[in-house]
């Protein structure tokens, strides 16, 4: 009788072992997959939130302050995005256009730099982010923005913290 339970425990070792060689789990073992710049396109509604801290002898420190931006931007899936977007910035609405470049990295985190045009400025911003959710999403963070400034070579840059998301919008039929 023992020898039959030891037989049938070390059959049943075996078939297990065979099981988790042959029967993959997908969470186990996904494929990989190598990002492009093709994975981030379409439309794209964008949000962010954060704080404006330019330095106190700048003319742009009354800005200083909680800032909110939403708007809509297209990536072409090629490097490309432009879009519009309206801010809240410190209490002060205003709308603007947007329009950079991105890069798509091996590993789905991203690079992007885009100029933005808002009260009367523009302003040049980095961001670098992650995508999500098979490109249907982005989560960010976003440096800057640095505006011109004729008493600092490459600018006024605001030491800011601005973090947040593009969702994909719906395809729409024509």
Known sequence: ??????????T?????CAGLLFFK?????????????????GAYASQMTGTLLFPANSPLAAFNGPAAYTGRVVADGRGNL????????NGLVTSGPVQGN???????TVDWTSTITVLGQTA???AFGVICDEGKQL??????PTVPDPRMPGGLNAMSVLTGSWIRQREQER
Request: proline residues 2%.
């Open 1 to 10: 009788m023992k020898r039959m339970i030891l037989v049938f425990a070390f």
């Open 12 to 16: 049943l070792l075996a078939l297990t």
């Open 25 to 41: 789990t997908p969470s186990a073992h996904a494929k990989d997959h190598w990002f492009t710049n093709w994975d981030l396109r």
């Open 82 to 89: 432009t879009g519009n977007v309206t801010a809240n910035i």
């Open 102 to 108: 991105y890069v798509v990295n091996d590993d789905g």
């Open 124 to 126: 040049q911003q980095v």
């Open 139 to 144: 989560r960010f963070t976003m440096v800057g």
